[in-house]
């Protein structure tokens, strides 16, 4: 049997779906803030490389609206907002 060595590429609405499933009736925290979506989306990634189930909220937001919604927000379930700031910390420097 073939090997992959890098995670599959879900599509944005399969990958929300999955997520929505997942993290039903968990307290989700938000562990990242930017007016960025291509930062939010790297952060994203880097979490969930690690093991850490991520999700973005306002990603789909216009530019004008970001403002007003406070920028896109990467959340992860509380009980590894811990483990997901210390990554997110360790990377940024």
């Known amino acids: 049997m073939p090997s992959c060595s890098s995670p599959v590429r879900l599509p944005f609405w399969l990958r929300k779906a999955l997520f929505r499933i ?4 968990m307290d989700l ?8 979506l291509a930062e ?3 952060i994203r990634s880097q979490l ?6 991520a999700d973005l909220e306002h ?5 004008l609206l970001d403002v ?3 920028g896109v ?19 940024g420097q």
Not at 48 to 53: M, Y
Not at 59 to 63: I, K, L, R, W
């Open 59 to 63: 990603e789909n937001s216009a530019a």
């Open 29 to 36: 925290v938000v562990v990242f803030r930017t007016f960025d």
């Open 68 to 70: 007003a919604v406070g």
């Open 48 to 53: 969930e490389g690690a093991g850490i189930v």
């Open 22 to 25: 997942y993290s039903a009736g």
């Open 40 to 42: 939010a989306q790297v």
């Open 73 to 91: 927000r990467v959340v992860v379930p509380t009980e590894k907002a811990d483990e997901a700031r210390a990554l997110i910390e360790q990377k």
